[in-house]
């Protein structure tokens, strides 16, 4: 009995000395993991001590090891809806150095023949050099961030449906794009991103209907971009650049997207400049203001093919007039976040007029075809004032109105509907 009763003592006693034990470990690794997160937060305040309101903005204090990147553009044509998809991945090497994948591209593609932009899908794989990175490292700033100037080299692979030659066949193109990038990009806000550059190279042909070609190109990626990151933004040091207690009552402003494109192929040049103008007039200290907006994308071609001489005019003016009403603008001015500015959420109604006009010279042939379309237009968008001279706006609409289309007879007369997509980050004046 006694024995059985030694037994039992030496049991508990171990289990209390097994548990003591396992608790003074969970203490110490607990003391460890504070002193740790302890040190990486003392860290991360005193850098971002050191950051400017906007390179905090552009996430310069976080250690972005990897990015996935989404971009999405539409462009109503009249006859036709132009636009890209794209999905991308980055990921971080070494310091300076990472690896750009495009997953997925669809969109539209020149080709060489004249003014024939037609869809098709991409994919394409990029080593990529920020060659600023040891000044970022000596300024003791993070340096894996995937932000800022960069040199690349990559390949991809590229398929063109639908090519109509000269004998009216429809046959699929395939090439296999060598390419050197200069270019920049930036994060922002954690969500958004900014990619532009210079872009040029040799499209190899993969099918035996057209030739390889050298290509020069600018390119403009803004869109989503998503990550883990370890810290929240502090409002009060992102209100110089958002900011917070502006009143502004009048913007004049032109978007940055998409405003210049020049392509080269053997035989062939291609490009547009879409140059544009928008002024918004708030109306007093009410949420609603007036918004008026003009562009236009002018669009030359010239190309010879073998003994076939052919260039291409084509001129895409817009213009929009609308009334907009900031629906949640109170909303963020009690919670600190805007003015009372033009810095909100809108809903928008007003007229829209869109054309396009072309005339196509193919040797001794001339070709027009002109589309006119006037409509009203509903739509909704998100517009923010960044830093003194910087915006960004997204916005979606529906119209509804009557089309004119003329190629070469009567002029045709119909009533339609378009979605109107729209993506800027541009210059305020």
Same mark, same amino acid.
């Given at each position: 009995m ?22 003074f470990?969970s ?11 302890y ?15 906007m390179?905090?903005a ?21 006859? $036709?809806v132009?636009g ?25 593609y020149?080709?060489g023949?004249? %003014?024939?932009?037609n869809? +098709?899908?991409?994919f ?5 050099w920020?060659?600023?990175n040891?000044?970022?490292l $000596?300024k ?5 961030n995937l932000?800022?100037s ?7 692979y ?11 066949n ?16 930036? $994060?922002?806000l954690k ?20 030739e390889s070609?050298?290509f ?13 990151d370890r ?12 900011r ?6 009048? %913007?004049l402003?032109t ?10 192929f053997n ?6 400049i879409a140059?544009n103008?928008?002024?918004?007039f ?5 949420p609603f ?11 030359y ?11 291409t005019n ?6 929009t007039?609308?009334g ?11 919670? +600190?976040k805007?003015?009372n500015?033009?810095?909100?959420n ?6 829209m007029y ?22 009203i237009?509903?739509?909704y968008?998100?517009?923010?004032m ?10 979606? +609409?529906?119209a509804?109105? &009557?089309?004119h289309s003329?190629?070469g007879?009567?002029v ?10 729209g993506f800027? &980050?541009?210059?305020?004046?």
């Amino acid at each position: 009995m006694k024995n059985n009763k030694r037994r039992t003592m030496k049991l508990y006693t171990s289990m209390v000395l097994l548990s003591l034990a396992a608790l003074f470990i969970s203490m110490a690794g607990n003391a460890q993991t504070d002193s740790l997160n302890y040190s990486a937060e003392t860290r991360h305040d005193s850098l971002v001590a050191y950051l400017t309101p906007m390179e905090y903005a552009f996430m310069m204090h976080e250690e972005t090891n990897w990015l996935l990147k989404g971009t999405f553009s539409a462009s109503p044509d009249l006859g $036709r809806v132009a636009g890209s998809l794209k999905l991308s991945l980055e990921k971080n090497l070494i310091k300076g150095f990472s690896l750009n994948a495009v997953l997925f591209n669809a969109a539209t593609y020149s080709t060489g023949e004249c %003014l024939a932009d037609n869809s +098709g899908i991409e994919f394409s794989l990029e080593s990529r050099w920020y060659y600023k990175n040891q000044k970022e490292l $000596r300024k003791n700033k993070p340096t894996a961030n995937l932000s800022g100037s960069y040199i690349a080299l990559g390949i991809g692979y590229r398929k063109v449906a639908g090519v109509l030659d000269y004998e009216f066949n429809t046959s699929d193109l395939e090439f296999m794009p060598l390419f050197a990038k200069w270019g920049f990009q930036r $994060r922002f806000l954690k969500r958004g991103f900014l990619d532009v550059g210079l872009m040029a190279g040799w499209n190899k042909s993969l099918s035996g209907s057209t030739e390889s070609s050298l290509f020069f190109n600018t390119y403009v990626d803004a869109g989503l971009a998503f990550t883990k990151d370890r810290y929240k933004l502090d409002l009060d040091k992102l209100c110089p650049v958002m900011r917070c207690h502006a009143e502004d009552r009048f %913007l004049l402003k032109t978007n940055l997207v998409n405003i210049i494109n020049l392509s080269y192929f053997n035989g062939s040049l291609i490009g547009f400049i879409a140059p544009n103008i928008e002024a918004e007039f708030k109306l007093g200290k009410s949420p609603f203001s007036i918004n008026t907006k003009l562009s236009s994308k002018f669009q030359y071609s010239k190309s010879i093919q073998s003994d076939v001489k052919e260039n291409t005019n084509r001129i895409e003016p817009q213009m929009t007039i609308d009334g907009r009403y900031y629906y949640n603008l109170r909303r963020r001015m009690l919670m +600190g976040k805007s003015g009372n500015g033009l810095s909100a959420n809108y809903i928008s109604l007003g007229v829209m007029y869109r054309g396009i006009y072309m005339n196509r010279n193919y040797d001794i042939s001339n070709y027009k075809h002109d589309i006119s379309f006037v409509g009203i237009k509903l739509g909704y968008g998100i517009q923010r004032m960044i830093s003194d001279h910087l915006y960004l706006n997204i916005n979606l +609409g529906i119209a509804y109105g &009557i089309q004119h289309s003329y190629r070469g007879g009567p002029v045709m007369k119909e009533q339609r509907g378009i979605i109107d997509f729209g993506f800027g &980050i541009g210059y305020r004046f």
